[in-house]
């Protein structure tokens, strides 16, 4: 079953090998709340651009933001995981990002994430072990006329059947 | 260099300046760049023209332009060639050196024409296709003829006229008062009349004000505010020019949804070229006005599209709506008065202004005036986005723009209104759109997304994948909302599973009613909807899962079983690759087995199989 929870409900110990090894370049992190001028009102735009630069909110980036805005961690923790375009866990090296808008859904979106959940053994929000992909669904992108919609690190690929599947992946290591 | 405009005249010479230079007989290929042409490959389309036409030799004579979405995204990429109005569907880049050579010399190339399903006509022109020719395209118009990359290409076909007219000659009581008069209502969702929420906001007292455009246009197929920023961020921007002279405002935010690159980048250079121009800034055109605009990018959360929890979120915090009772005009961002109002909304504001109230007005039926941009999705023919008057029957939408559903299929229902609106039935298919109707039907306007459904859809799967998306979305501030949708999503589930038991549609009748009284924003109260109407009109398809334990579209998946027919399977073998599971086994032509055991029921091998020999029953 779909989960209906996307990325933040996934907090399986095994899906983060990388996370200890992780070197978190705080100077970027500095960086960035500096170019937001030290403003607590622009928190969302802060972990925005931290999520874009390292692919995930690492726990120390996070720190440093509670530090240099002098805010509790744990209004950092509640923005962090009340928006979906945050995740606390490193991402695999390709997104997929399956559409299930309205259109898709009655166009058999849901078929098409249920085949990648069994063919890559992760439900949606989640990362494969081997950090080759994230898995996660979207609630419509807006390319409609395409549906279902299967999207790859940006990619589309429209009007896609669960027999087409393996051969997308294929493209991507 | 670009010089800052600082008076009214300036700007009447610029535009004639330009005007003077875009010469309307000049051969021009207008490539459609919106969201949709690009999934479909328009970039490479864009890079090949552009390439074609220098080795072509042919640069001085044709103008290339890549537009904003032109609405018929089925049929994307798409190109038109000006001024004759030749309209080619589906091109792919090889096509283009070709298009290029017999353009020059003014033939049509055949194969690029589009075909009218139900009579097999090919039409030349763009204004002939029955999709285009009955829409009223009152905002959504410009979008195929200007380059949103440009501000000069807006400002040729009118653009900041309306903000002329307004400072020149009108008092911003006079703008409200127009406002007011066009009869223009919200077109987020809400349906609330604009001249009145602004000149409540004019009246508040505080010491600063802010305008806002909400696009956070997060209903599940729905794209028309998207394309309005992508195709046309000026006339956005001139219509929030015009809401702050009115109410007296001298910053405003737009808060975009995170899933729109495309936007937040057209947008945000839209306003980097206004402000070089002097048309954002202090004192703009050399008036008293004052006005800066900033892009704030949404953090990917349904719930901020509702007003008060948008503002929450401007200001850095968790996205949570609160009671309705403070009102955003007096306490709204930063508890000072705030006015806004969606991308659509705004979009009309300059053409309220240009064209005047009443010639507005006259459009539209008693309580809803002017057009409504609509995207026509699912189970359609022609998917897109389609504008069009108000009081337009459902009927000419689907079957004359929409040119009916694919697959000789039968019409089962259409949903509007987004998660929080209502399935309409077959029967109500003369209803005319507009406000007022759909709400009496139990559906709603909401932002526009209109989606098409067949019989091989099943309405307790569909309210149940609304229901779950609003779970989902649910901030979890109040308690009917977060807990009625979860026992919501529970006994639709039980009854999509077979497990369901006489008194369920009741229960989810009462639920729905607690919900709707005591839910703390329009989320929790609208999320009933999806829920009623479909009990309201197929409560037969309810019946049906509860007591026969059958699902009558075959789409729930526990109830229904995959099986290959050994008479129709050739054993080629198609099925078995396709199956994650490995439930299918057999040799080389011969006939397969499916191990219902094993069966995730995904679907894999139906689609795999050319020879329809895997069933669903």
């Known amino acids: 079953m779909a989960n209906i929870y996307p990325s933040k409900a996934n907090h399986t110990p095994e899906a983060t090998p990388a996370k200890k090894l992780m070197q978190v370049d705080l100077e970027a992190v500095c960086e960035i709340i500096e170019k937001h001028g030290f403003k607590e009102s622009s928190l969302i735009g802060i972990l925005q651009d931290i999520q874009a630069r390292m692919n995930f909110l690492p726990r120390k980036a996070l720190f440093q933001v509670a530090k240099s805005l002098d805010i509790p961690l744990t209004r950092i923790y509640g923005i962090a995981t009340f928006y979906k375009a945050f995740s606390l866990e490193p991402r695999g090296r390709h997104t997929i990002l399956v559409c299930l ?73 | 260099m670009i010089h800052r405009i600082t008076s009214i005249s300036k700007l009447r010479d610029f535009r004639r300046c330009l005007q003077k230079e875009r010469d309307g007989n000049r051969l021009s290929v207008t490539l459609c760049g919106g969201t949709g042409c690009l999934a479909s490959g328009a970039r490479e389309v864009a890079n090949a023209f552009r390439r074609e036409l220098k080795k072509q030799h042919v640069g001085r004579e044709v103008v290339f332009r890549e537009s904003g979405c032109h609405g018929f995204c089925e049929r994307g990429p798409l190109v038109v060639i000006r001024p004759e109005d030749i309209f080619y569907q ?13 353009t020059i010399k003014g033939r049509i190339i055949d194969r690029f024409l589009y075909v009218d399903p139900p009579t097999k006509k090919k039409t030349i022109h763009e204004g002939e296709i029955p999709f285009y020719n009955l829409q009223k395209r009152l905002v959504f118009g410009s979008n195929g003829q200007i380059d949103p990359k440009k501000i000069d290409d807006y400002i040729a076909v009118g653009g900041y006229r309306a903000l002329e007219k307004v400072l020149s000659e009108m008092t911003p009581e006079a703008v409200i008062d127009e406002i007011k008069k066009s009869g223009l209502r919200g077109r987020g969702g809400g349906g609330f009349p604009t001249g009145a929420k602004w000149e409540a906001c004019r009246r508040a ?19 028309m505010d ?71 990018r949404g953090g990917g959360a349904f719930v901020c599209g509702e007003s008060t929890a948008l503002m929450a979120s401007l200001e850095g915090k968790i996205g949570e709506p609160r009671a309705k009772y403070i009102h955003t005009v007096e306490h709204g961002l930063w508890e000072l008065p705030s006015n806004l109002n969606n991308v659509e909304t705004w979009a009309n504001v300059p053409i309220i202004i240009n064209q005047g109230a009443e010639v507005y007005s006259a459009l539209g039926t008693a309580g809803s005036k002017g057009t409504k941009i609509f995207s026509l999705v699912g189970k ?42 209502g399935c309409i039935p077959e029967s109500l298919l003369d209803l ?61 589930t039980r009854i999509c599973e077979g497990k369901g038991s006489k008194g369920d549609i009741e229960l989810l009748e009462d639920l729905s009613q607690v919900m709707m009284e005591t839910s ?37 998946k526990e109830l229904i079983t995959y099986s290959v027919d050994p008479d129709k399977c050739t054993g080629c073998g198609a099925c078995l690759k396709a199956c994650p599971v490995d439930a299918i086994s057999g040799e080389r032509k011969q006939p397969h087995r499916l191990d219902e055991d094993r069966c995730v029921k995904c679907g894999a091998c139906y689609d795999a199989c050319k020879f329809e020999a895997v069933c669903v029953e």
Do not use: W
């Not at chain 1, 166009?107 to 950090?131: A, F, M, Q, W």
């Open chain 2, 520 to 556: 703390l924003c329009a989320l929790g109260s609208t999320a009933p909807n999806p829920v009623l109407s479909t009990i309201r009109y197929f409560r037969d398809e309810y019946e049906a899962h509860i007591k026969d334990k059958r699902c009558p579209a075959r789409v729930c």
């Open chain 2, 90 to 102: 589906h091109i792919h880049p090889r096509d283009v050196p070709e298009i290029v050579a017999e």
């Open chain 2, 380 to 421: 359609i023919n022609n998917t897109g986005l389609v504008e069009v008057p108000m009081g337009i029957t459902l009927r000419q939408i689907i079957y004359e723009i929409g040119g009916g559903i694919p697959g000789g299929k039968r019409f089962k229902a259409i949903q509007t209104g987004g998660p929080s609106g």
């Open chain 1, 101 to 173: 808008g309205t259109a898709c859904h009655v166009r058999g979106g849901p078929r098409i994430l249920d085949y990648l959940e069994n063919r890559l053994g992760v439900k949606s929000g989640g990362t494969t072990r081997d950090l080759r992909f994230s898995l996660e669904r979207v609630n419509c992108l807006g390319a409609c006329a395409l549906g279902p919609l299967l999207v790859v690190d940006k990619k589309y690929h429209g009007g896609i059947k669960a027999n087409k599947i393996d051969s997308i992946l294929k493209k991507y290591r």
């Open chain 2, 226 to 296: 998207r394309s309005l920023l992508e195709g046309n961020p000026h006339s956005v921007i001139e219509g929030m020019l015009i809401g702050a002279y009115a109410i007296g405002s001298q910053e405003g935010h737009v808060y975009v949804r995170n899933e729109y690159p495309l936007a937040v980048e057209h947008l945000t250079r839209a306003i980097d070229q206004a402000e070089e121009h002097g048309l954002l800034g202090r004192h703009i055109l050399g008036f008293e006005l004052s006005f800066t605009i900033k892009v704030n």
């Open chain 2, 205 to 223: 007292s505080g010491r600063e004000k802010f305008v806002i455009c909400n696009a956070d246009e997060g209903d599940p197929g729905a794209y």
């Open chain 2, 432 to 492: 005319p759109v507009d406000f007022d109707r759909l709400q009496e039907v139990g559906s709603m306007m909401g932002s526009g997304g209109m989606i098409v459904m067949d019989e091989d859809t099943c309405m307790v799967d569909m309210a149940r994948y609304f229901v779950r998306f609003l779970q989902g979305e649910s901030c979890g501030k109040c308690t009917p909302c977060r807990e009625g949708l979860q026992q919501m999503d529970e006994i639709l």
